[in-house]
Every structure is written in C-alpha cells, then in structure tokens.
C-alpha cells in the first residue's frame, strides 16, 4: 500500500463516526444514479459497491432489489453503521473471481486514487463485471490533485484527484468500458457521474 492509501486510510478510519452520520442520506443525484443502474438490472443482480465506506450506498442499492456487498479500505467505516456484509478490501486489488459481478458502483471513492494508479484501478474493476456489465462512478471534476484537510478535523487531510469527462472517457475505453450517458452536479465541489457498459 503506498502511503498515499495509508494516509487516506487513517484518516478515514478517525473520521468514521462523523462521517456515517453526516452523509446518512444520499444526494438526490446519487439516488438518481441508482435508481438508473438499478433499472437496467434484474433483480437480484450482483453489484460491488467499491469504495462504500460505511455502506449507506449499499442499503440504497439493496434496497432497489440488487444484490449488494461493500468494499472499502477502511475497516472502522465499514465498522461504523453495522451495515452487513461488507468486507475490507483495497480497489485496485477486490477480492473478487474475474467476471463475477453484474456491476460496479463507484461513488466518491475513486477520486482519492492518485492519477497514476487510475488505469489499473479501472482494469480491475472491467475484470471483476461480466461482459456487457455495467460500470456507475462519480468523480470530482477538475485538474487539481493533492491533499486536502478534512472540513470538520483540519487536522487530518485526504488524496483528492479531479477528472475531465474526455480524458476519463479516455481511460474508460482503453479499460474496455464504453460510456453511455454522464450526469453533473455541485455540491461543495463539481461532480461528474458516468455510466458505463464493459465491452
């Protein structure tokens, strides 16, 4: 692990309690997203919700009939809400056989990934969804790439990397995922949602 992934991790291990408590309810926006991903699946399909924290989004995606488990680096998020069936794990390498999953649900997670390391984080997720299997991210959106402070423990800070719709597109391709439609929307940064379907 570099010490990028440590630091990120204990950060995120301190924060656990005030995290889970401030982002209980999703945005709209993310609620759209799966509200969207779960209208292309069969109920009971098998989604990883990479980088899920303290598994909020994996009750939301349980909770529109798909079969959801959580991955997340940090065990004291994935301690934090008792949300069942998560399981420790680091993106770039899931715990997963090839080809196992019907969708990868990545929000907010990916952009602590430093730009490098992105390619092979994508590859990983195009090798554990089946062929045709669906691909749901958000980004922050920007060039920036760098520590951040947490707002509400300036003492602790987090690896953030923004992304460009095109360049990602990009990535996404030589990945072997093809977009098929992108959302946006700000909060206290921009963000960019992809859907995207592996070849």
Do not use: K
Request: hydrophobic share 45%.
């Amino acid at each position: 692990m570099t010490d990028i992934a440590a630091t990120t991790r204990e950060t995120y291990d301190a924060i656990a309690a005030d995290y889970a408590r401030r982002w209980r309810s999703a945005p709209p926006p993310v609620v759209a997203a799966a509200d969207h991903l779960a209208g292309l699946l069969p109920p009971g399909a098998r989604v990883a919700d990479v980088g899920c924290g303290p598994g909020h989004q994996t009750r939301l995606l349980r909770d529109r009939g798909l079969n959801a488990t959580g991955f997340d680096l940090s065990r004291e998020m994935l301690a934090a809400d008792a949300v069942p069936g998560l399981v420790q794990a680091d993106m770039r390498a899931l715990p997963l056989a090839a080809s196992v999953v019907d969708a990868v649900w990545c929000v907010a997670a990916l952009l602590h990934v430093p730009r490098p390391e992105v390619p092979l984080t994508l590859a990983e997720f195009a090798r554990v969804v089946r062929p045709g299997g669906l691909l749901a991210l958000s980004l922050a959106e920007g060039d920036d790439e760098g520590w951040e402070p947490v707002s509400y423990a300036p003492e602790l800070r987090r690896w953030y990397v923004g992304h460009r719709l095109a360049p990602f597109t990009a990535l996404l391709a030589d990945a072997g995922f093809e977009v098929t439609d992108h959302t946006r929307w700000s909060t206290h940064r921009d963000w960019l949602m992809l859907h995207a379907r592996r070849g």
